[in-house]
C-alpha cells in the first residue's frame, strides 16, 4: 500500500507565497518522477510541475519564474514553493508519484495525493 499525503494548502492574499508539501509512504521501491497538478472550478486538470529522480523540473508557462518544485529523496517527499501569487492561481493542488512498489515483478505506476486547496484572494 502506499499513500501521498499533502500538506500547507490554505489562503493567502494576492502577492503572497504558500509552499505545498507531499510525502509518499508505504511499500516504495523506488520513485521516478513527482510532480503537481491543480484544477480549478469548471476548469480541467493541468500539469504546474514535475521533477525527475535527477531533478530535472518542468513548468507550466504561467508558473515560470514564480513556483519552484524541489524533492527530498531521503523523505520521499516534493514540495512547491508558491511566490507571487495570483487569484487565478486558486485550485485544487494534487501531488502525483510514478514509483514502484517493492514486490516482486511490480511496474511502475502513478499514485495521487487527495488534494489540497489553495485560495489567493484579499
Known amino acids: 500500500q502506499v499513500q501521498l499525503v499533502e500538506s500547507g494548502g490554505g489562503l493567502v492574499q494576492p502577492g503572497g507565497s504558500l509552499r505545498v508539501s507531499c510525502a509518499a509512504s508505504?511499500?516504495?521501491?523506488?520513485?521516478?518522477?513527482m510532480g503537481w497538478y491543480r484544477q480549478a472550478p469548471g476548469k480541467q486538470r493541468e500539469l504546474v510541475a514535475s521533477?525527475?529522480?535527477?531533478?530535472?523540473?518542468n513548468y507550466a508557462d504561467s508558473v515560470k519564474g514564480r513556483f519552484t518544485i524541489s524533492r527530498d529523496n531521503a523523505k520521499n517527499t516534493v514540495y512547491l514553493q508558491m511566490n507571487s501569487l495570483k487569484p487565478e492561481d486558486t485550485a485544487v493542488y494534487y501531488c502525483?508519484?510514478?514509483?514502484?512498489?517493492?514486490?516482486?515483478?511490480?511496474?511502475?505506476?502513478?499514485?495521487w495525493g487527495q488534494g489540497t486547496q489553495v485560495t489567493v484572494s484579499s
Open positions: 521533477i525527475t529522480s535527477v531533478d530535472r523540473t
Open positions: 508505504g511499500n516504495i521501491f523506488s520513485i521516478n518522477s
Open positions: 502525483y508519484a510514478n514509483l514502484r512498489e517493492s514486490t516482486a515483478g511490480a511496474s511502475i505506476r502513478s499514485y
